[in-house]
């Protein structure tokens, strides 16, 4: 019909009007290629009689899934319920729950997350008596699991030490992680890809149906995609057919890759029209999101990089506000400043303050409450990762899964119930020598300990459990829990026991609203917990999201617009990060993840650095970024502390508790009394720190803030 196409221009609509075949849209940020998909496929509804049935469209977050979701469903009604909008890992979780057996996947198994991945690695090295902390083998994981190379390939061009033990015992660990993982029922959330790969790889016949239920696919964010997920696609896909070549048509922006540090290969989308070969290819080079002046500075930066594919994109939205630069002496005052233009901006819904680290969000959401503005953090200690969520969460999935031995050790003792940690430690060792799972070793407490009445009392409780697991729904399961354990009672005892009572009754609600919107078992919904990734999630209990400014990380940001946008901490060593000063390949993706940061604005962008910032709580002099200097200035307008135009200060503005003693009282030659180290004479102060000789215990650098120096 004539409005799908009438809102586009000729070559969106050119592409919307691809039928058959393989395709690849690519173009810059904002020239409108999810709109495009979006489009497609109500095209293909409407005009193709394509069923929804058969239309599969994969995303980079649930977010955007839920957001195409919306938007098709106000575009052709009804019917957009059947199609298939989700990401790779949620698709995958669903193809598996159905034929999970066919790879040996138990049928209540659980998805474990980041906690439950690190406590089982936790055990895995205390097993093997080794004293190594579990974060590199967590990264080992990763990097094994995103390349789909497996283990003997992986250890080949590996260093020779990991996570500070030998390589080979690095590998004992793996496959110790992956019987653990199996003999759990549990699997993680890489195992969903690489189990789907191996499922359809084996299984001619399942792969068959999946396809029918995908015949037209569509990949958003392509430039993006790792090994594994370029393999699954291919594979869903399939091969060409009498003719016609798989229906699959891939959208994205190479100049937007910004997560090869996950493994995400560009040349997916750089060699397309190579894999899929009669691959139609359409450009869009029209920008509706930024005005002209974000987009000059978008094109300025973005012309840098050496290994990228020239575009144009010209902008539909002429002039528009220059963009702002401020230079904040330091990063409270930068917050300050922030806080201050979102106060007099208002409307704060329409507003996102974008920055590198996480870590940088603390001062920012410091000085905004300060101010009165709502705040929408996204990617903080997510909700669903609070202990007594998890606590809670915990009892659900060994009720629909109690070969879950993380998670059932997590609930043994909590609330508790007098199960303590020898009585754990003797019921572990035993499950582990005996290979039978710690559900099975509680079942026999009572040849095992001398006083098992509580285990024995606990395995009651469970066995109810899990029948209430198939009776009830999560919400009602949950307050089954709640009762039958004291849960709110022992909670009530700690000390921010009314906060952790709110996060239950919370949690509560979640499971209430999804039983209304969606609808299913206990599992299902422990399901949709596990794939709400902790990075896209927003906290809880606040202002809604159009009253609250948003703040998340460039990272977080991608695909997204806002009608103002902050980008902060515009400064060497953190954008670029300190971590890829080294190779090229690595600036240039700290590059275009400044250029997704520009992108996301529409009407207006401010800029700002620090020339003083703490990190590590130490005071260091920090430089703008390079970035920023290849800015032609023309393109940017600086200005003060207050604005473009002076503003008296606002009422929360607190003066600046200066450090004492500030830099520069400090003179060398001087003597000085450390509270710890005794006397001594001041050698050099610079950058916030002094530098003292004490006598007989060699030269300290110290913080100045912290350091407690007196003159004497
Ligand atoms: P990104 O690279 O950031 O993912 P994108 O290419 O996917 O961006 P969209 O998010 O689809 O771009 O579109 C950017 C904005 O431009 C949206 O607000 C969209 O509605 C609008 N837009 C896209 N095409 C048109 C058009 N032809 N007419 C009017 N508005 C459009
Ligand atoms: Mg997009």
Redesign the pocket.
Same mark, same amino acid.
Do not use: F, I
């Given at each position: 019909m004539d409005d799908l196409l009438s809102?586009?221009?000729p070559a @969106?609509q050119e592409a919307v009007q691809h039928y058959e075949g393989p395709a690849l849209v690519v &173009?810059g &940020?904002?020239?409108?290629? *999810?709109? *495009?998909v979006v489009h497609r496929i109500a095209y293909l509804l409407r005009e193709r009689r394509v069923y929804p049935g058969e239309v599969l469209a994969v995303t980079f977050t649930n977010k955007a899934a839920g957001e195409m979701k919306e938007r098709l469903a106000r575009m052709v009604g009804g019917s957009a319920s059947d199609l298939w909008v989700s990401t790779f890992h949620s698709a995958a979780l669903r193809i598996l729950r159905v034929y999970g057996e066919y790879v040996g996947l138990k049928s209540g198994f659980v998805v474990y997350d980041d906690d439950d991945q690190t406590t089982l690695l936790k055990e895995i090295l205390k097993e093997l008596g080794l004293e190594a902390k579990p974060g590199p083998f967590r990264a080992m994981l990763d990097r094994i699991k995103n390349q789909g190379r497996g283990l003997s390939e992986f250890l080949r061009e590996a260093p020779e030490f990991i996570g500070g033990v030998p390589k080979e015992l690095a590998g004992e660990v793996y496959r110790k992680y992956q019987a653990g993982m199996r003999a759990q029922g549990a699997v993680d959330f890489n195992d969903l890809l690489l189990l789907s790969i191996q499922l359809f790889e084996e299984q001619p016949g399942v792969l068959a149906k999946i396809r029918q239920r995908a015949r037209f696919i569509h990949v958003d964010e392509y430039q993006d995609t790792n090994p594994v997920q370029y393999r699954l696609t291919r594979l869903l896909a399939g091969l060409a057919e009498g003719g016609t070549g798989p229906n699959l048509m891939v959208v994205g922006?190479p100049d @937007?890759s910004i997560y090869g540090f996950r493994n995400a290969d560009i040349h997916n989308i750089l060699d397309f029209t190579k894999d899929y070969p009669g691959a139609k290819v359409f450009r869009l080079e029209e920008n509706?999101?930024s005005t002209e002046s974000i987009l000059q500075v978008a094109n300025a930066v973005i012309e840098k990089n050496a290994l990228r594919l020239e575009k144009t994109l010209r902008s539909v939205k002429a002039g528009g506000e220059p963009v702002r630069l401020y230079r904040a002496p330091n990063a409270r005052e930068e917050a300050a400043f922030v806080a201050r233009e979102i106060v007099k901006l208002g409307q704060y819904g329409q507003i996102a303050v974008l920055y590198r680290t996480n870590a940088q969000s603390r001062l920012l959401e410091e000085h905004l409450r300060r101010g009165g503005v709502p705040v929408r953090l996204v990617g903080a200690v997510g909700f669903f990762e609070r202990r007594e969520v998890k606590d809670l969460l915990a009892y659900g999935r060994v009720a629909v899964n109690p070969l879950d031995g993380i998670n059932l050790r997590r609930i043994l003792n909590t609330p508790a119930r007098g199960i303590g940690a020898s009585t754990v430690g003797k019921l572990v060792e035993q499950a582990q020598r005996t290979g039978q799972s710690l559900f099975e070793v509680l079942r026999q407490a009572e040849g095992l300990l001398s006083r098992p009445q509580p285990v024995q009392a606990f395995v009651e409780l469970l066995e109810e459990l899990l029948e209430a697991a198939f009776e009830t729904g999560p919400a009602e399961f949950f307050e089954r829990v709640l009762d039958a354990t004291g849960f709110r009672e022992a909670l009530k005892q700690e000390t921010d026991g009314e906060e952790r009572l709110q996060n239950i009754e919370e949690l509560l609600r979640a499971a209430r609203d999804w039983e209304e919107e969606e609808g299913g078992s206990l599992s299902d919904f422990l399901d949709s917990v596990a794939l709400t990734a902790k990075a896209e999630e927003p906290q809880k209990g606040e202002a809604p999201p159009e009253a609250s400014v948003t703040l998340m990380t460039l990272h977080n940001a991608k695909?997204l617009?806002f009608p103002t946008v902050f980008l902060v901490g515009l400064e060497e060593n953190l954008l670029p990060h300190r971590n890829s000063l080294s190779r090229l390949e690595d600036l240039e993706e700290e590059r275009r993840l400044f250029y997704v940061g520009i *992108?996301r604005a529409q009407e207006k962008l401010y800029l700002s650095y620090a020339e003083e910032r703490e990190t590590y709580g130490k005071r260091e002099y920090s430089r703008p970024s390079r970035f920023l200097e290849e800015v032609p200035p023309e393109l940017l307008k600086e200005i003060g502390a207050f604005g473009d135009t002076a503003v008296p200060v606002m009422a929360y503005t607190r003066p600046e508790p200066k450090p004492k003693p500030s830099l520069g009282e400090f003179r060398g030659g001087e003597r000085v009394r450390h509270p710890r180290f005794g006397q001594g004479t001041v050698v050099a102060a610079l950058g916030g720190e002094v530098t003292v000789m004490f006598p007989g215990l060699g030269l300290k650098k110290l913080a100045l803030k912290f350091a407690g120096l007196e003159k004497i």
């Open positions: 809102s586009l221009n @969106q &173009a &940020a904002g020239s409108g290629k *999810t709109r *495009t922006d @937007q509706y999101r695909g617009e *992108t």
